[in-house]
T-cell receptor, first 110, second 114 residues
């Protein structure tokens, strides 16, 4: 079946850039999402990208998609302590059903 | 964007009982989904709630255990039946905005079964 993989942990210093990586197996994935989950809180949609795009930028967030390698990344520029959270990669085909990674726990150190 | 509310936000239930979780959206949406997030885990799709017809369940989930209602385009319920401690989880409702391809989530219902 479809699978989405992420590294489980990432630690960065405040002010540095964070890069969170994700790989997926289903080549028919059309919509690719990044969600943020803070402790005890719900899921916040950060950004998404379509499979016909290579890059999407939104303020401090940059999403890169390598469709050939089925690799998605989320770059957070000037990472702040408030960015500490779990970041989930999720992909969906035309049926819109999301397949989720296990999440990357980002720790930002002052 | 859609604003989604869920009730209850949390509950502690006894083994063998049932709990119904409500999901309300502030606008009409075509697709609504129910997910489960077990402690420290990612999300697993339980079913797609279809308006006016039976829900579509994912592998491993059955209607007798997780009956779902979708009476209109802004509301759905998920019942967790005959609960066991293994059902302790966060249950999340999500909606698909349709045209804008964004999927939004409710705040979740944290269920503990003792």
């Amino acid at each position: 079946g479809e699978d989405v993989e992420q590294s489980l942990f990432l630690s960065v210093r405040e002010g540095d850039s964070s890069v969170i990586n994700c790989t997926y197996t289903d080549s028919s994935s059309t919509y690719l999402y990044w969600y943020k989950q803070e402790p005890g809180a719900g899921l916040q949609l950060l950004t998404y990208i379509f499979s016909n795009m290579d890059m999407k930028q939104d303020q401090r967030l940059t999403v890169l998609l390598n469709k050939k390698d089925k690799h998605l990344s989320l770059r957070i520029a000037d990472t702040q302590t408030g960015d500490s959270a779990i970041y989930f990669c999720a992909v969906a085909g035309n049926n819109r059903k999301l397949i989720w990674g296990l999440g990357t726990s980002l720790a930002v150190n002052p | 964007s859609a604003v989604i509310s869920q009730k209850p936000s949390r509950d502690i239930c006894q083994r063998g009982t049932s709990l119904t979780i409500q999901c309300q959206v502030d606008s009409q949406v075509t697709m609504m989904f129910w997910y489960r997030q077990q402690p420290g885990q990612s999300l697993t799709l339980i079913a797609t709630a279809n308006q006016g017809s039976e829900a579509t369940y994912e592998s491993g989930f059955v209607i007798d255990k997780f009956p779902i209602s979708r009476p209109n385009l802004t509301f759905s319920t998920l019942t967790v039946s005959n609960m066991s401690p293994e059902d302790s989880s966060i249950y999340l409702c999500s909606v698909d905005g349709g045209g804008d391809y964004e999927q939004y989530f409710g705040p979740g219902t944290r269920l503990t079964v003792t």
